[in-house]
């Protein structure tokens, strides 16, 4: 069974940047797929913040592209996301999930599963 | 405002039927990409439960169905049950933005 717990700080001051880990269990990062960050902020609906995939290649929102990274380590089986430039409007739960990575299927770009989210906090 | 626009919410009794929309267009919906659909149930993180337009993962159970005409999607519910009441999410990509999802329907069962 496919597991994925996402990890990092609760709180983080406006102008800096977040750090967040997504540990995966239950399937080998490299063997596969694309492996995305999704945020909802509190109340509101679902934003992808993008993607990255076997190939190492990254897909990011456009209007999120200038403040994202998003990267792999194979040998803990993680994948990381960084956002620099920090704002209150981006406050929300921040969700790691597998992204199904095939086009031409019908599983592509679904996201499943999903970790249990972790809330983030931009405040002074 | 959503590339994808769902109505903010919609009700039925137990054991009717409902429909949740999703209206996108030429650069997404309306090109002939998938549509998916999600469950967010109070509290916990959104579960997959329409993949590629009209199918089911394993275990979601058969009242649940999608469709698509044109530029749009919906996800219909027969049957209403209380376990239901969940907020619920289209998914598409666009062609200039990449993946996209719904603003949302908050499903009340009454």
């Known amino acids: 069974q496919v597991q994925l717990q996402e990890s990092g700080p609760g709180l983080v001051k406006p102008s800096e940047t977040l750090s967040l880990n997504c540990a995966v269990s239950g399937y080998s990062i490299s063997s596969g797929y694309c492996w995305g960050w999704i945020r909802q902020p509190p109340g509101k609906g679902l934003e992808w913040i993008g993607s990255i995939c076997q190939s190492g290649r990254t897909y990011y929102y456009p209007s999120l592209k200038s403040r994202v990274t998003i990267s792999v380590d194979t040998s803990k089986n993680q994948f990381s996301l960084k956002l620099g430039s920090l704002t209150a409007a981006d406050t929300a739960v921040y969700y790691c999930?597998?992204?199904?990575?095939?086009?031409?299927?019908?599983?592509?770009?679904?996201?499943?599963?999903w970790g249990q989210g972790t809330l983030v906090t931009v405040s002074s | 405002q959503s590339v994808l626009t769902q109505s903010p919410s919609v009700s039925g009794a137990p054991g009717q039927r409902v429909t949740i929309s999703c209206t996108g267009s030429s650069s997404n919906i309306g090109a002939g990409y998938d549509v998916h659909w999600y469950q967010q149930l109070p509290g916990t993180a959104p579960k997959l439960l329409i993949y590629?337009?009209?199918n089911r993962p394993s275990g979601v159970p058969d009242r649940f169905s999608g469709s698509k005409s044109g530029t749009s999607a919906s996800l219909a519910i027969t049957g209403l049950q209380a376990e239901d009441e969940a907020d619920y999410y289209c998914q598409s990509y666009d062609s200039s933005l990449g993946w996209v999802f719904g603003g949302g329907t908050k499903l009340t069962v009454l």
């Open positions: 590629g337009t009209y």
């Open positions: 999930a597998r992204q199904a990575s095939q086009a031409g299927t019908t599983e592509w770009g679904t996201f499943d599963p």
